[in-house]
Nanobody, 124 residues
Framework: QVQLVESGGGLVQAGGSLRLSCAASGRTSSPYAIGWFRQAPGKEREFVAAITWSSGSTYYADSVKGRFTISRDNSKNTVYLQANSLKPEDTAVYYC?????????????????WGQGTQVTVAS
């Protein structure tokens, strides 16, 4: 079992930045990758970024490439999502999730454990 807790969401003006955190506990040695997903009102949950727990390889959705950066601190069992140049369309609940699937997957069904989410609102 892996428990995930997100934090760092909030209200920010367009063009601003936020850093989201995903703290993992439990069997943190088991997930192959940690991913960030987001879900806007009335829309499906979508992949944002992922990072492999051991090697730190990163993957991004085209919509956030160049603006978001995913990283991890293994000593703190924490994965971060640095979100810069935020746009109103980035407004969503952001979730982190853990996956054992190899290679890294971008679809929800490959992620076994999920956090409760943190709200990000970008005002225009």
């Amino acid at each position: 079992q892996v428990q995930l807790v997100e934090s760092g969401g909030g209200l920010v003006q367009a063009g601003g930045s936020l850093r989201l955190s995903c703290a993992a506990s439990g069997r943190t040695s088991s997930p192959y990758a940690i991913g960030w997903f987001r879900q806007a009102p009335g829309k499906e949950r979508e992949f944002v970024a992922a990072i492999t727990w051991s090697s730190g390889s990163t993957y991004y959705a085209d919509s956030v490439k160049g603006r978001f950066t995913i990283s991890r601190d293994n000593s703190k069992n924490t994965v971060y999502l640095q979100a810069n140049s935020l746009k109103p369309e980035d407004t969503a609940v952001y979730y982190c999730a853990a996956s054992n699937a190899r290679p890294v997957q971008v679809t929800l069904r490959h992620y076994n454990y999920w956090g409760q989410g943190t709200q990000v609102t970008v005002a225009s």
